[in-house]
């Protein structure tokens, strides 16, 4: 049998090899075909498959799956238009509602905006506009090169994943955190192999920006920032580079700015890419103060109602 007997599609591109120099036992097939799975562009945005076929195992194989994760904490989606407005819709999946009733946090917190009430918790979501000069406080002032103007419309998605372990799971069987369950062994496993803030240019992937095992694995250094504060309950938390996982989209006609590496392997390190990756971080920054603010109210609270009482005399 041969491959293209195995193609039923009229349309796309079929590159098939043969007559190889090593011989290709099925484990190394297999190897194959599990890391083509971090070149396909996620769900939101996937506009093509790809496929792997076997002559000699025709119904081992087929279609590569995109790396797409439903098990997480926080989801945020931002979209940057032409225009530098800014939308951004984070989700929430954290905590569990009804535990977070009975531990009294709508009642006792003393968080007064919208996003933190008990409606907006039950729809699961929030949105925040903005725009990209109000991201980037104070930077247009000194902006002589006018390099806010240069970065175009891009959109990313961003996962939130905490590994647990240490002292969230203490935090969990004490009641302070009303935590969803999770499967941390599963989560951990696939963050290992595809965690990491990836880049898709033109719905291709550019690497090595969030690839494991890469010098540019954490290119938005966002493990620098937390070795500052990477406890949720304390202002001005950071996440680390190792819970989340990430989908930079952009395009080769929006981001004319941002050009490539004469090696091919990545983006120049120039003003424009510079201050895209501090956006990106901004944007990162709006999940992060919304569970730093939530985390440090149920903290509160709970120390509240477990004040140490004084000993009888």
Do not use: C
Not at 20 to 41: A, Q
Not at 167 to 178: F, H, L, M, N, V
Not at 183 to 206: A, E, T
Not at 238 to 245: D, E, G, L, W
């Amino acid at each position: 049998i041969k491959v293209v007997d195995l193609w039923k599609e009229n349309k796309g591109t079929l590159i098939e090899i043969s007559e190889l120099n090593d011989d290709w036992h099925i484990k190394t097939i297999e190897s194959l075909y599990n890391n083509l799975e971090i070149l396909i562009p996620p769900l939101e945005s996937n506009v093509f498959s790809l496929y792997l076929f076997d002559a000699n195992n025709p119904s081992r194989f087929g279609k590569v799956v995109s790396t797409v994760f439903d098990d997480f904490d926080y989801k945020l989606i931002a979209n940057v238009k032409e225009d530098k407005s800014v939308l951004i819709r984070v989700y929430r999946n954290e905590l569990d509602l009804k535990d977070l009733e009975q531990l009294g946090f709508f009642d006792n917190t003393k968080l007064n905006q919208e996003q933190y009430s008990k409606s907006t918790f039950i729809k699961g979501f929030f949105e925040y506009k903005t725009t990209l000069s109000a991201l980037m406080v104070g930077f247009k002032k000194n902006d002589s090169n006018n390099n806010l103007d240069k970065i175009g419309p891009f959109s990313f998605t961003f996962f939130f994943m905490k590994r647990g372990g240490g002292q969230e799971e203490k935090d969990a069987e004490i009641g302070r955190y009303p935590y969803k369950s999770v499967n941390y062994r599963d989560r951990s496993s696939w963050l290992n192999k595809f965690g990491g803030i990836k880049i898709f240019r033109d719905n291709f992937r550019v690497r090595p920006y969030g690839e494991v095992g890469s010098n540019s694995w954490d290119w938005l250094e966002l493990g620098r920032d937390a070795l500052g504060n990477p406890t949720v309950t304390r202002p001005g938390y950071k996440v680390r580079p190792q819970q989340v996982y990430g989908i930079v989209n952009i395009s080769r006609v929006g981001n004319i700015n941002f050009d490539d590496k004469s090696s091919r392997e990545g983006i120049q390190e120039n003003e424009a890419f510079v201050l895209f990756k501090e956006i990106i971080k901004s944007i990162i920054g709006v999940y992060e103060n919304d569970r730093n603010q939530i985390m440090m109210s149920l903290k509160k609270i709970y120390d509240e109602k477990n004040v140490p009482q004084p000993p009888h005399r």
